[in-house]
């Protein structure tokens, strides 16, 4: 499986953005899809995740209200669209993907088995 993360880019603090995560190589059926995003100098953080088969959603407390995760299976793609974005938000999202969604350890990097390469998001005040 190949991921592949697009829709990065420079915005104000207020603004919207969205971020799609396309995957090649296989159809999603059961898998799990998470976003991450890692800032200069930070460790990489869970931003949140999909269930491709039952559509659940989970994100961090600092975006919950502003992100929301959709998915689209006839282009077997996920979008993390984020609202309201803050200069704190500015970081490169990843996106990853694991092989069978369940409801624990979604948070977890080492549970995903895939990973695109990262977008950069940048968000100005």
């Known amino acids: 499986v190949q991921l592949q993360a697009s829709g990065g880019g420079l915005t104000e603090a207020g603004s919207s953005l969205s971020l799609s995560c396309a995957a090649s190589g296989r159809t999603f059926t059961n898998e799990g899809v998470g976003w991450f995003r890692q800032a200069p100098g930070k460790e990489r953080e869970f931003v949140g995740d999909?269930?491709?088969?039952?559509?659940?959603?989970h994100f961090r407390t600092s975006v919950k209200g502003r992100f929301t995760i959709s998915t689209d299976r006839a282009k077997n793609t996920v979008t993390l669209q984020m609202n309201r974005l803050k200069p704190e938000d500015t970081a490169v999202y990843y996106c990853?993907?694991?092989?069978?969604?369940?409801?624990?350890?979604?948070?977890?990097?080492?549970?995903?088995?895939?990973w695109g390469q990262g977008t950069q998001v940048t968000v100005s005040s």
């Open positions: 990853a993907a694991r092989r069978l969604w369940e409801p624990i350890n979604f948070a977890t990097m080492s549970q995903y088995d895939y």
């Open positions: 999909v269930s491709w088969s039952y559509g659940i959603t």
